[in-house]
């Protein structure tokens, strides 16, 4: 079963909680952790909104460590979370609270649902798992080692990174710094009028949506070794190119696309402008170096 928070790790927490709402004296505390709980263990509920919440938290406590290995469910409202940790089975966990920190889900095929004003330091661990996550801030997401599905909404996004395999990452909000797909080949799609995006290393297939307004700025990192990456664009973009040289690159234009060869390396980058940006006509392109960064300015004619 998952934890959340020392206190409720600790097998004597019902018997605390009771002497908490109540003032009773609870029963003398057992070495053992709790496995259920008979009615009498949680008292008789009445209308008072102190007895309710009391019979929720015991609800809570008393799920212990006896449920299935490969399922662990904890639905709760809580006003803040400050450390999860699953198991090493396939989790199954949903959160709603004002704050979520440090939700680490083990290994096995875990899905994590979240909605918060805040969260940060959500690590996946391996598997196959699946994030759905709303929050005005998100940070420090990591995926972990596995076919992740990541899918995030919020107001400010960073940190994020699919980890190792072959992930899928869907990231909208207003601005997205330092989204990496990492290792394998990564499916992305980034919403947003600022972003700060790579897809590391493997062939990944990104999807960029500018929000409208006509201010975006949108920058993509691509450095040797990264592999063959494909993206679509439906406004001005940014290549930031590293371990390059000008000379080192060879750019063939077409109607609405971008192919970017690189010499003596098997790395490619293709840029397609779609949506209103695909106009049918050569992209426009001009190479720049600022503070010893190569860069690619790009956008449609």
Do not use: C, W
Not at 98 to 121: F, H, P, W
Not at 162 to 190: E, V
């Amino acid at each position: 079963m998952s934890s959340i928070n020392s206190f409720y790790r600790d097998p004597n927490a019902v018997a605390y909680a009771i002497q908490l709402f109540s003032g009773s004296s609870p029963a003398k505390p057992t070495p053992t952790a709790n496995t259920g709980h008979s009615p009498s263990d949680r008292g008789t509920v009445s209308d008072s909104a102190g007895q309710r919440a009391l019979a929720r938290i015991i609800e809570i406590l008393s799920l212990g460590d006896g449920g299935s290995a490969d399922q662990a469910d904890v639905s709760e409202s809580l006003g803040y979370i400050t450390s999860v940790t699953g198991t090493e089975s396939n989790d199954s966990l949903t959160f709603t609270g004002r704050g979520i920190y440090q939700v680490e889900t083990g290994n096995g095929d875990d899905s994590l649902v979240a909605k918060s004003a805040a969260m940060a330091g959500i690590a996946l661990g391996d598997g196959k798992d699946s994030l759905k996550a709303s929050a005005v801030l998100l940070s420090e997401i990591d995926g972990g080692a596995g076919d992740d599905d990541i899918q995030l909404t919020g107001s400010l996004i960073m940190v994020v990174t699919g980890g190792d395999g072959n992930d899928s990452i869907k990231a909208s909000g207003d601005t997205l710094a330092n989204i990496d797909g990492g290792a394998g080949d990564d499916t992305m799609y980034l919403e947003g009028s600022r972003i700060f995006a790579s897809g590391g290393t493997g062939n990944d297939t990104v999807t960029i949506h500018q929000k409208p307004g006509g201010n975006s700025v949108v920058e993509y990192a691509f450095a040797a070794g990264d592999g063959q990456d494909a993206i679509s664009t439906d406004g001005p973009l940014s290549l930031q190119l590293g371990g390059f040289q000008q000379s080192d690159i060879t750019v063939t234009a077409g109607a609405n696309s971008l192919i970017l060869t690189f010499a003596g390396s098997s790395d490619k980058m293709t840029v397609t402008f779609d949506g209103a940006a695909a106009k049918g006509s050569t992209p426009r392109f001009a190479f720049a170096n600022h503070d010893g960064r190569l860069t690619l300015q790009i956008q449609s004619a």
